[in-house]
């Protein structure tokens, strides 16, 4: 699973629709929408002649090919190497929590499957990301504690792709989203994601999808204590 990767675009709140219509194009129909807003100074703006303007962050699980795909059509389409037309970045991905997920996020992409679903990576922390229905929160996070989670983040997000879910797996899944952030150091990090899999994974009420990202420092977490016994599992397929 070498070339497999978290792309994440930013444009104007107005623009999202074009983005999203994109990567249906290029057979990505798994995309989760958040909302912000930017945060450059007033008197840049100012300065620049510019309207201060909400803005959609849309993060995609890409394939290596379909990335070069993307990126060639994001500069050609929507012209995203001009600015003010929004950013584009991607993160290679460490890990993806079991194999139905892997092919339902990267269903209809051209995959290269001899590295499975891990990557290798020198790294003491990894960031767990869990997108998941609304609501249960709690239970993930009585799930990833009990793996020794310390604790995460959740933002509120929006799940495109419904039909497509439903085909793929036979039954429906929840527009209205959360994902909930937890860094964790490495060691660690196939317990708890083997931990969210299995008590709110895609069959449970909470249809959790679980993936990790490398992080290359991290500050202001307590390391814990090496165990012996500690061991990186193979994640179920």
Same mark, same amino acid.
């Given at each position: ?9 930013? @444009? ?7 983005? &999203? ?28 002649? =510019?309207?201060?303007?909400?803005? /959609? =962050? ?24 001009? %600015? ?6 991607? &993160? ?37 990301? !869990? ?7 709690? =239970?993930?996070?009585? /799930? ?9 983040? !959740? ?9 497509? /879910? ?5 039954? @429906?899944?929840? /527009? ?8 964790? %150091? ?5 317990? &708890? ?16 999808? !679980?993936?990790?990202?490398? !992080? ?19 994640? %179920?397929?």
């Amino acid at each position: 699973m070498s070339d497999v990767h978290l792309m994440l675009a930013i @444009t104007e709140r107005e623009k999202a629709e074009k983005f &999203i219509r994109l990567y249906t194009e290029h057979n990505v129909y798994v995309v989760d929408c958040l909302l912000g807003e930017g945060t450059a100074a007033s008197e840049i703006l100012d300065y620049l002649n =510019l309207e201060d303007s909400e803005k /959609a =962050l849309m993060l995609a699980i890409v394939t290596g090919d379909t990335l070069k795909l993307l990126k060639r059509d994001f500069k050609n389409k929507l012209f995203i190497d001009i %600015p003010g037309n929004g950013i584009v970045a991607t &993160i290679p991905m460490s890990s993806i929590g079991g194999m139905r997920s892997l092919k339902y996020l990267t269903e209809g992409q051209k995959l290269d499957m001899e590295g499975g679903e891990k990557m290798s990576f020198n790294t003491e922390y990894e960031l767990i990301l !869990v997108i998941a229905n609304e609501g249960y929160t709690d =239970l993930i996070m009585n /799930a990833a504690r009990s793996a020794k989670a310390t604790g995460g983040t !959740v933002i509120k997000a929006k799940g495109t792709g419904a039909e497509y /879910a439903k085909k793929f797996f036979g039954f @429906t899944i929840a /527009a209205e989203k959360e994902m909930i952030l937890i860094v964790s %150091p490495t060691k660690d990090r196939s317990n &708890i994601m083997r931990a969210v899999m299995t008590q709110a994974g895609l069959e449970s009420k909470a249809q959790s999808i !679980v993936v990790s990202l490398p !992080v290359s420092s991290v500050s202001g977490l307590r390391k814990l204590e090496d165990e012996d016994l500690s061991v990186d599992l193979d994640l %179920p397929k």
